[in-house]
T-cell receptor
C-alpha cells in the first residue's frame, strides 16, 4: 500500500515554463487536496476535490489548475511559473472519518 | 480562509520532560481538529485528532485538549524523546473536508 505518491520530488523551472505536479493515491479516497508550504506560513490550501470530476478552489488558487478525471489521480498544473510559486507542494487524501495522509512533497524552485 | 495560530513558534525541552504545544483557532463552527508532526524533508504525519464533542483525547504518549469556550487546542507529549523533534501543526475543519493549518511550532528536544 503506497499511500499518497508525489512526483517529482524536486524540480527547477524557469519563469514562464509550465509543468504538472503529479499526485496519486491507492486508498480509494474521494477527497484529495493540494497545499503549498512556505517558511513561516504553514500549509495553505490551493485546490481540492471531493471526487472524480469535481474540483474547487482553496485559499491560494491563482496560478494553478487542477483536474480530477479518476479517483486515484489529482494533478496540479502550473501554466506559467513565477518565482512566487517557489515552494514545497504537498498532496493529501482522506476524509473526516479516517484522517488524512500526506505525500512526501515536491520542492519547486522557479528562477 | 480560517485563522489558526500557534502561541509559540519554537519550543525547547529536555529529554524526558513533558511538552505542551498550544494552538488558537478562530472559527467557532470548526468541529474537527488534527495535530500533525512534520520532520525535516517529509510530509506532515497524523498524530491525533479530536472532535468538538470531546474535551480530551489520549493516544500513545500524546494527549490533545480542546477548550471550545476560548477556542484553544493543546498537544501534550509525555516523556519527550529526541525523535519528537519536529514542527507540529494544528489544523481545523468545519463540516467539509478542507483543513486550515496554523504556522507551526518547532519543537527541539535537548538530550
Amino acid at each position: 500500500n503506497a499511500g499518497v505518491t508525489q512526483t517529482p520530488k524536486f524540480q527547477v523551472l524557469k519563469t514562464g515554463q509550465s509543468m504538472t505536479l503529479q499526485c496519486a493515491q491507492d486508498m480509494n479516497h474521494e477527497y484529495m487536496s493540494w497545499y503549498r508550504q512556505d517558511p513561516g506560513m504553514g500549509l495553505r490550501l490551493i485546490h481540492y476535490s471531493v471526487g472524480a470530476g469535481i474540483t474547487d478552489q482553496g485559499e491560494v488558487p491563482n496560478g494553478y489548475n487542477v483536474s480530477r478525471s479518476t479517483t486515484e489521480d489529482f494533478p496540479l498544473r502550473l501554466l506559467s511559473a513565477a518565482p512566487s510559486q517557489t515552494s514545497v507542494y504537498f498532496c493529501a487524501s482522506g476524509d473526516r472519518r479516517y484522517g488524512y495522509t500526506f505525500g512526501s512533497g515536491t520542492r519547486l524552485t522557479v528562477v | 480562509g480560517e485563522s489558526v495560530g500557534l502561541h509559540l513558534p519554537t519550543l525547547s525541552v529536555q529529554e524526558g520532560d513533558n511538552s505542551i504545544i498550544n494552538c488558537a483557532y478562530s472559527n467557532s463552527a470548526s468541529d474537527y481538529f488534527i495535530w500533525y508532526k512534520q520532520e525535516s524533508g517529509k510530509g506532515p504525519q497524523f498524530i491525533i485528532d479530536i472532535r468538538s464533542n470531546m474535551d480530551k483525547r489520549q493516544g500513545q504518549r500524546v494527549t490533545v485538549l480542546l477548550n471550545k469556550t476560548v477556542k484553544h487546542l493543546s498537544l501534550q507529549i509525555a516523556a519527550t524523546q529526541p525523535g519528537d523533534s519536529a514542527v507540529y501543526f494544528c489544523a481545523e475543519n468545519e463540516a467539509g473536508n478542507q483543513f486550515y493549518f496554523g504556522t507551526g511550532t518547532s519543537l527541539t528536544v535537548i538530550p
